[in-house]
């Protein structure tokens, strides 16, 4: 093979092949990251804080990082994980025998990708911690503390608290009310 005269490019020797399939994998795994960012946001889209209450039994239901003989203000957004959330069902004073049912629901708000690498989902408990008088006549507060059930801090995620009043039927009762609140971190 002849080179080619002074001045031009030699062309007839091989080019280095240029490997673009890097950058569409790291294009792919941004577009993975996005879609879990967008999905993982619009859990929290729907849900609003707030309370219902159904009937005339059921005066409020408040929820604190605070406990203490009183009610504390209402929180319905914890910034940060609280050691504990203090439920207060504050309600009239039922006829003798009337017992209260209240369950808590947590909706997880952490990541898919977060979930994977912490090892699960943490459990939570609601335990009873007593009946004292309301602020009001006739009134009664039930309170109740939410707690991880390993001792950790109470982990993140949209929260609904229900109260029932306890029947013996395995039925599906409408709930007295309910609370809606949020814990971040």
Do not use: C, H
Request: glycine content about 12%; hydrophobic content about 40%.
């Amino acid at each position: 093979m002849t080179s080619p005269p002074d001045g031009l490019p030699d062309t007839a020797s091989s080019k280095e092949v240029v490997r673009r399939w890097p950058v569409f994998v790291l294009a792919g795994l941004g577009v993975l990251a996005l879609a879990l960012l967008v999905v993982s946001l619009s859990r929290s889209w729907g849900f609003s804080q707030g309370e219902e209450l159904n009937g005339d039994v059921l005066e409020g239901i408040v929820v604190s990082a605070e406990d203490g003989p009183y009610l504390p203000l209402d929180v319905e957004r914890f910034g940060r994980r609280p050691e504990a959330v203090y439920v207060y069902v504050v309600m009239r004073r039922m006829p003798p025998g009337g017992r209260l049912e209240v369950r808590v629901e947590r909706e997880n708000v952490v990541s898919v990708l977060s979930r994977l690498i912490s090892g699960g989902e943490e459990a939570v408990v609601l335990e009873r911690l007593g009946v004292g008088p309301g602020p009001g006549q006739d009134l009664d507060v039930v309170r109740f503390a939410l707690r991880e059930r390993s001792g950790e801090t109470v982990p993140p995620g949209n929260y609904t608290v229900s109260v029932y009043r306890e029947s013996g039927g395995a039925g599906t009762e409408e709930p007295m009310g309910r609370k809606f609140f949020v814990v971040r971190g």
